[in-house]
């Protein structure tokens, strides 16, 4: 299979039903930030992370391509069998239950912080704010073409990767800077 296939050289591209839209439809802006933030979540892998960390966002990773696939399905015709392409309430509750985890090891958040701190601390926190713009692309498209575990997941992933930039700074003796 070549990489180029030339059938989006007129600036369009096809969901996955075979609808032909244009590259700057808000569904497709929605999945391309999506892929965004998981090339920045694999950024932040190079950069070395403690081992649960990498773990965790290679999870992430996998759950990632299954959203886009997710986005890129408005009319829901990916069959429910495509376990790989499913995001279900188990896989936020595995979000919920890093952060309480990571939130242990914390100390207890009075102020905004600045971000920052050891690299990929740093790069956490770009990828919270690419987290945040992929969702709010997300919120923008029809709500009846979506299912509500889509934006649910991205909301809380935004609060795992604040939690994890503090995490990986405070693992790394990184002082937080307050605002």
Request: hydrophobic share 45%.
């Amino acid at each position: 299979m070549k990489i180029y296939t030339r059938t989006g050289d007129a600036g369009e591209t096809a969901l996955f039903d075979g609808t032909r839209v244009r590259k700057s439809d808000s569904r497709v802006a929605a999945y391309g930030d999506v892929d965004e933030l998981n090339a920045w979540l694999g950024l932040v892998r190079a950069n070395g992370v403690d081992p649960d960390l990498a773990e965790m966002l290679v999870r992430i990773q996998r759950d990632l391509f299954a959203l886009g696939s997710r986005l890129a399905d408005p009319a829901h015709r990916i069959a429910e069998r495509v376990t790989k392409a499913a995001l279900v309430a188990e896989d936020i509750s595995r979000l919920e239950r890093w952060i309480d985890a990571l939130e242990t090891e914390l100390p207890p958040l009075r102020r905004f912080i600045l971000a920052g701190g050891a690299p990929a601390g740093a790069l956490l926190h770009v990828a919270r704010t690419a987290c945040r713009r992929a969702e709010r692309a997300i919120v923008a498209l029809d709500p009846e073409s979506l299912e509500p575990e889509l934006l649910i997941y991205m909301n809380r992933l935004s609060d795992l990767l604040f939690v994890m930039a503090r995490a990986v700074n405070r693992r790394a003796a990184e002082p937080e800077l307050e605002w």
